[in-house]
């Protein structure tokens, strides 16, 4: 019963020097408005969080699957059209399954570039929430740790490696 609570005790002093901190940091970009300029216009978000160079990925892929999804369902309603004429005017059984085949694969190509569209939207939205997370994150090369008793802490372990 002892040994149960003096660990306890180690574990209560370890919590409260993990969460104490010296300063209180506040973000400077917030991820909820990140998500929403994300979801306004794919690209938007990572203009706000400053990941320049994404920009064009999101932005891009939205458009060009944007366009697909309408050219391809444009072309389906076309060849839909097509085929029902063919079937009431009795046409050959070789130009129906033609015309059916090409409005699966309008159909089939108009479904993939919705869905493409929908995963670039939700990518670019959960990376615009990330980067406004991450955008104050310190990438210094100075990690340090040590064991001993700190400014605000009795109890405290600290480790510095540096190149």
Known sequence: MRSLSI????????????????????MTK?????V????????LGQVY????????????????????????NADFNTTSDLYDLALASGADPNVTALLLRQREAY???????????????????????????LFDFDVS???????????TQLMAVNLRYQF
């Open 7 to 26: 660990l306890l005790i180690v574990m209560v002093m370890c919590c409260s020097a993990h969460g104490a901190t010296d300063s209180v940091e506040v």
């Open 107 to 133: 159909r089939d190509n108009r479904d993939l570039a919705g869905v493409i569209f929908l995963v670039t939207y939700g990518l670019a939205a959960m990376d615009a929430y990330v980067g406004a997370h």
């Open 49 to 72: 969080t400053e990941s320049y160079w994404k920009v064009p990925l999101f932005t891009g892929t939205a458009v060009i699957t944007a366009w697909q999804f309408f050219k391809n």
């Open 30 to 34: 917030s991820p909820t408005t990140a």
């Open 141 to 151: 090369d100075d990690v340090s740790m040590g064991l001993g008793p700190t400014r």
């Open 36 to 43: 929403l300029y994300s979801l306004l216009l794919p690209g």
